[in-house]
């Protein structure tokens, strides 16, 4: 089956496209939530991914497979929310592996368990993991007054 082709666009112009797309979505943060499900459930930032803190180390391929690979996540939400407004510590370390990964936002209910989970994200490779200070107690203070802060 051929793929639909736009009228008036090349193929070499196609291919710029999807490589465009491509690098688009490998700039886009993963923004990885480690509080339990049943606190991700009451509230998350939209395009979180819930992972429980406690599950991070046994999942690790699956982080590397959402930081790396397009539509292989289940999101909460319909398009992820990556607003500056909040503290966060970054690594800004970076190798040949690394330079085609997603960078990583790691938030947690008060930023304890980010911060350990970005220091299990970062000897696992992911040298773009970055801690949201506070977390979610954080972002309601300084950000998102109207956000529930459990």
Known sequence: IAAAVEPG???????QQQHDQSNAYK???LLLDVR?????AIMALPGAVNMPFTQVEQRLPEVLQLCSRPGNSEHH???ANHSNG???????GSNSSS???RPVYVMCRRGNHSQL???QLRQAGVVHAVDVVGGYE???????????AL
């Open 9 to 15: 666009v090349s193929g070499q112009q196609q291919q």
């Open 27 to 29: 700039k886009q943060p």
């Open 36 to 40: 339990p499900p049943e606190q991700f």
């Open 77 to 79: 939400g319909v398009s």
């Open 86 to 92: 909040g503290a966060a510590n970054a690594d800004s």
């Open 99 to 101: 330079s085609n990964m």
């Open 117 to 119: 989970a970005v220091q």
């Open 138 to 148: 954080a972002w309601a203070a300084e950000v998102d007054p109207s956000m529930p």
